[in-house]
Nanobody
Framework: QVQLVESGGGLVQSGASLRLSCAASGLSFNSGQMGWFRQAPGKERDFVAAIRYSGHTYYSESVKGRFAISRDRAKSMVYLQMDSLKPEDTAVYYC???????????????????WGQGTQVTVSS
């Protein structure tokens, strides 16, 4: 049974850093992809970052160079390191998994079939 549990969100000022963690149970990281998505009030859920089973990483243009996704196979953990945070990064951040996912679906939240509960990130100016 797959379960994703997120932690690490909080309230920070512009320019600060946060690291989000996702504890994944029931996943081997040997197929498909793991992703981070975010959703602000009244807006659609948007792609942030993803990592394939191969270890290759992918990012949205808005976070490229500031955020980094990584994983620890031994601990079954996925992380999102967020640096140089901006007010526009404010959202609920979700960890998601698509064990059968192909590369063309990596940024589509409708294709991921496992989700964490979400963790709030608020960046003040």
């Amino acid at each position: 049974q797959v379960q994703l549990v997120e932690s690490g969100g909080g309230l920070v000022q512009s320019g600060a850093s946060l690291r989000l963690s996702c504890a994944a149970s029931g996943l081997s990281f040997n197929s498909g992809q793991m992703g981070w998505f975010r959703q602000a009030p009244g807006k659609e859920r948007d792609f942030v970052a993803a990592i394939r089973y191969s270890g290759h990483t992918y990012y949205s243009e808005s976070v490229k160079g500031r955020f980094a996704i990584s994983r620890d196979r031994a601990k079954s953990m996925v992380y999102l390191q967020m640096d140089s945070l901006k007010p526009e990064d404010t959202a609920v951040y979700y960890c998601a998994a698509h064990p059968r996912g192909i590369l063309s679906t990596i940024g589509d939240p409708n294709m991921y079939n496992y989700w964490g509960q979400g963790t709030q990130v608020t960046v003040s100016s």
